[in-house]
């Protein structure tokens, strides 16, 4: 009988010794299986600036050591009408990363898209003169940049400026300014904050023609002894595009030119895409039909085991050039957050972060953590 009990006993132990084991491997956070090795950041929507998604931000808190607001700090959110700063938000989003010790990104401050029309016209409606926009540009930098200084640590200064062949997207700022609009927002951000980190951020940058591109335009601010801290590499991925080889390719490249190589916006779509490389251009937008929302009742199992092989094959490239990469930011705390629900058709239910609609870490998140610093 003793022996039973013991028998019994002895199992009991194992059993808690076990799931006690299992539930410290759950709860490692991220920022410390990254440490020493990159950042790793997270974006914030309106909800979690003004603290009204507590368990997100407890996920925030535990997991992330590096925040980046998703939308309040672009233009139409910082000056919607000339002149008129608004500032409530952000300063909110700031508070927040100084309050939990996070390193802050400010996101974005040239952008051809979310600029409101009053940046590009006069009074009478018509185009303002580059002189007038470089005015403005100046204005609105030196505005933010100083008003954050010494507390948002690094800028995304421009923002999708190359298009995928390698040639400047025609925005407003290229065919008023000239491709000078690129360095002047560089030299004005740095003039208002000379410590802080400047980069340059865009989609689409395992594309061959982006990455060449973009190489030429980090190879002309160099010589212009213009100040370029880091290039960031949306990571706008799906589970067939782009391949891990080529990501790698644009890595080397950007970091062969002398700059921090950053994974800005991580999130992986799991639902069929109108094209294969979709990008991340949120005026591109299609029609909704049921054949393409299909996972409305739960990601099937052999979907899952794709997005989770699918993180697993980055993070191990991440690893692999932690040397090069300096910070590796997921776009969204969980699979409800993500704008991906909404692009590039409104109304789906996607999968694409590391936490499930329950706020729980997905088990891949746990195999991440196992990927060995170099293989
Ligand atoms: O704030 C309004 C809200 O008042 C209104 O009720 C609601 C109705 O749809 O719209 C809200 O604004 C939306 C905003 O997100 C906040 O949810 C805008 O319509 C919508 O256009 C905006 O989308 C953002 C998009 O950039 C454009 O700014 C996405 O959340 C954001 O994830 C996305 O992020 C961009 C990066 O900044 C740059 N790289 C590509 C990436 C994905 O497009």
Request: hydrophobic share 40%.
């Amino acid at each position: 009988m003793r022996k039973v009990v013991l028998i019994l006993f002895s199992c009991l132990a194992a059993m808690l010794v076990f799931s006690y084991k299992n539930y410290k491997r759950e709860i490692i956070p991220l920022k410390d299986i990254f440490k020493d090795k990159f950042y790793i950041g997270v974006a914030l929507n309106t909800r979690k600036i003004w603290g009204r998604d507590t368990a997100a931000l407890q996920i925030v808190n535990t997991h992330f050591n590096s925040v980046v607001a998703e939308n309040c700090m672009k233009i139409n959110a910082l000056q919607p009408r000339e002149g008129h700063f608004q500032f409530r938000e952000a300063d909110k989003f700031v508070d927040f990363g100084l309050r939990n010790n996070m390193f802050i990104i400010g996101h974005n401050l040239v952008w051809h898209s979310q600029a409101p029309d009053w940046f590009f016209k006069d009074h009478n409606g018509e185009e303002v003169s580059r002189e007038v926009l470089i005015e403005r540009m100046k204005k609105h930098i030196t505005t933010v940049v100083s008003r954050y200084k010494g507390r948002v640590n690094g800028w995304d200064v421009v923002n999708e400026a190359v298009l995928d062949d390698g040639s400047w997207r025609k925005s407003k700022f290229y065919s008023i300014i000239g491709e000078d609009f690129i360095r002047l927002a560089f030299e004005f951000a740095h003039a208002a904050d000379p410590m802080a980190e400047l980069y340059y951020n865009d989609f689409s940058m395992a594309r061959e023609g982006k990455r060449q591109g973009v190489v030429k335009m980090l190879r002309k601010l160099k010589a212009g002894g213009v100040k370029v801290t880091g290039v960031g590499m949306q990571g706008h991925l799906s589970l067939d595009y782009p391949k891990i080889a080529d990501f790698e390719k644009s890595i080397l490249a950007f970091s062969a030119e002398g700059v921090n190589v950053m994974i800005t916006e991580l999130d992986i779509t799991v639902l069929p895409t109108p094209r294969r490389n979709m990008g991340a251009d949120v005026n591109q937008n299609y029609a909704y039909k049921k054949e393409i929302n299909p996972y409305t009742d739960g990601l099937p199992e052999n979907v899952t085991k794709q997005l989770a092989q699918r993180y697993i094959d980055f993070f191990r490239l991440f690893l692999k050039h932690e040397d090069k990469i300096s910070r590796v930011t997921l776009w969204g705390v969980t699979d409800a957050d993500s704008w991906l629900n909404n692009w590039p058709v409104f109304g789906r239910k996607d999968y694409p972060l590391l936490f499930d609609r329950q706020y729980k870490a997905k088990p891949f998140v746990q195999m991440i953590s196992q990927i060995p610093a170099k293989e």
